[in-house]
Every structure is written in structure tokens, then in C-alpha cells.
């Protein structure tokens, strides 16, 4: 098994935080079942799919949802390999104490979503929605699943029919799922946590009998609340609390608008915590293709909506990005880093920072990465802006967590290489390790036959989930 190493800075962090069970998970990683191989391990940067049992990186050539993890049959489609580490990675921390890091392969480990995934398909036909696990979130209730569907549009009348999402919780340590909460929306894709331990979620593409979009809300201890209070929301993307206020951002539409096509990427407010909203931004999408703002985050003294404009063919033509500050909802200016940053990925850090992932679109093919925070934050710019080193890599998702020993607090970056190909770095909390952008080091790099949609770490591993719903666990140990 492949391994880099790594250096431990005094005893407060350890690189990847990976908590003291690693060496415990170490017997169960040799005994684990090798079966499904639409997730494999890299071999010096080449995917050994074709030569270990005939996986491509086209999802159509294995049907992951299918194994059962068990092996036997399916170790003939068993395309994984030893990892290949990442030998030469600057250290993220700098000590005298090297550490060894390796992982296991990755096998299918849960499918946390199947009774949701079957009541989708048995409603609407397996062939119309793609139901995918589009978030993992650490919560002081627990890891947080965001999931909805994908895929072919739906009449109407097949909309009416999707199942509701639920408001399920992860125990990383077992791989055990939860229903905390059943929701009135067809998705729950992304949940926020605020400073003050409120989580929030927005209701994401509404139902077509809803004339309002809906938020949900968890306080501190609970319980869930349902707002359907923003007006002519088609679907909704993102939520954030900001100078007193609470903000929505997402789509709009009048029942009129939506008959022909017609909406436009939207920001709500609302006074009162969400029990009214208005209108406050509206850019329309010109009659043809599609107009939201997807993400929320914080820079400097504004509030800017990140979104996307796209023809009736999914092209990217505009960028409805918005700064929101003193009552107003302004275009950002034109030397702004994010001007023509086109985001994939918005995702919090552990150090309340944000990390922004996408392309650059005056410099096609060329990937971006920004982590954004409060204005003045140590070794951030002026606006709370400091460009990372995507080495060639475009952000997925992040998951950021606290582990072991006490006070190691690390954000784990899922990053897409190419089609088909990914990478697992580890960055440290703001100001903390070598380099201006914070350092970072690479983890694990991979092939995967299905698109992978989020990352996280427990049970001993690294945990990956995969467009169709399923879990995948890559066991971690440590060597002296």
C-alpha cells in the first residue's frame, strides 16, 4: 500500500485530523470487501480500470447502485487498486515528527438514500430522474444529507408525484442512517450553518402547486420548522444571515412567467427570521435558458449572490453575480476577483471561511479556486479574498471538520482532475501551516465510473459519495 508522509505540528493537529480510530480501522480495512468498481484508486496518475476488470470512467459501464459490496459475483468487475500517494507533497504543518498516511481501497459501503431513490422511481419511472447526494454537513445534530434529482424534465404532472425529501442524519461511525425530519419539497440539496448553531436549508425546487418557496429552519434544540413564505420562488438554492437580515437566493417566477419559459435569478429578504420575505434583486433570464443566483457568501462588507445564466442549450452566457450592501443590490465592479469566475462549488471551511471553486470565463480552462472570508481576516486580501493553487484541479465539494488529538481542525477538499479522475486534498484553518494560501497536501487520488459528489471523513476513512446515491469508504491508517 502507497503512502506519503506527513508532519505533525507539536500535538495539536495531525494532518487530515484522521481520529485515533485509524489505527483500530487498519484489520477491518484487510478484510473488507473489494466488490464495486466504479470507485478505483490511481496508479501514477492513470486509472487501472480497463486492466483489473473492464471499468471505464463512462457510468454506463457498471451500474454501481447494483453491488451489494459483498464480492463474490462481482469481483469480476473489480477495477480497484492500491493507492497512489502523493510521495513528494509539501507538508501541510511543519515539526519533527514524520507520520506515515495510507489508504485502503474504496469499497461500497452505504446507500443511505435507497428507500427515497426507489419511491422516485416507482413514482415517475427510473428513467426520468437521477436522485444523487449533493452535500455532507457536520452539524451538532449530526452529518447532514442534502440529496434531490437530476436528469430528464418532468411534466407537470410527474412533478407532483416525486416523493419528499427528507432531513436525513449520517453516523459516520457505523454508516447508520436517520430520518430527523420529512419535508414538504421534492429536494433538500444544501443545508447552512450559521455561526449561532441555527441550521437552515432551502427547499429547493418546489412543487408545482406551491405559489411561495419554502425554508426550513432548525434553532438550537429544535424542533424543525417549515416557512413557505418566499413569493414566486420556482426553486431555491442557498440561505444566509447577514447584517441582521436573512437572505434566499434561487429563481423566480409568476405562474404566467413560468407557462412560457420565462424567470429570473432572484434575491429575497426577510426581516422577521423568515416569516415574510420580499423581493429584493431580479435579473431576467430573456425568455430562453436559465437564470439563478446559487450561492450566498459573505465578502468584505457585502453580501454577493453568485449565479449563472445559461442558453436553452446549458451554455454559460452571463453572470448575474450581485453585491448586496447598504439596501441595495448592485453588479459586482468590474476589477472584483469574482467578476468572471463562473462557481461549481461554493463550500464553508472550518475556519467560517468559504471556499469558491470553478472557471475563469475569460480564461477558458483555466480552474479557480478562492478561499473567501470576513474583511480582515489574518492573511486573507482586503475583501477576504486569497487565491489557492487549484493544481489543475476544479472543487467538487468540502467537508470541514475537528478531529484528533484535541484542536485539529482541518477542511478536506473533493477536487475533479479530469473526467472521471479526483483528488482529496487536505487544508489547514486560515493562517495555519506553510505557504500564504494556507498550504494543503494530497490525500488520495482516484478514478471513479460514477461522478463523485461529495467527501467527508469517519469511521476510519475516507467517506465518498457518488451521484447515485451510494456511499464509498476508503479505510486510513497511520504508520510510525
Known sequence: MASVSLRRFGTALAVC???AACAASCAEAQSASDAGAAISDADGGKANGVADGGVTADAADVDVGALDGQGGDDASVDAIVDATMDANAKPILADTSPLLLQFGKPTLWQKPLAAWIAATAAAVGSGHVEPEITSLLATPVGVLIGHGTRGAKLSPAQAAKLPAAEVRILDLATGSTTSAYASADASLRRFRLEPDGTIFAPGGRSFPTATKGSLYRYPVGGPWQRFETVPGALWLHDVC???????????????AEQAVGEHSAAL???DDGGNFFEQVSKNWNGGTGIAELRWLVPVGD??????RKTSAKGVVVELPHIAWAGGKALPLAPNHPLKTVSP????????GAFLIGGQDLLAPGDAVLLRVGAKGTAGLGPEGLIALDPLGATLVAAYPF??????????????RIAEGQ???RALPEAGVGSGADGGGVTLWTGASAVALTVVAYGHGGLVFGAADGSLWRAPASWKP
Open 344 to 351: 461549481e462549488a461554493v463550500e464553508p471551511t472550518i475556519d
Open 17 to 19: 485530523a484522521l481520529s
Open 402 to 415: 475537528a478531529g484528533q488529538p484535541p484542536g485539529a481542525k482541518l477542511t478536506l477538499m473533493l477536487e
Open 422 to 424: 479526483y483528488r482529496v
Open 241 to 255: 444571515s447577514f447584517g441582521g437580515a436573512l437572505y434566499v437566493a434561487g429563481s423566480a417566477a409568476l405562474a
Open 268 to 270: 429575497w429578504r426577510s
Open 302 to 307: 457585502a453580501l454577493v449572490g453568485l449565479g
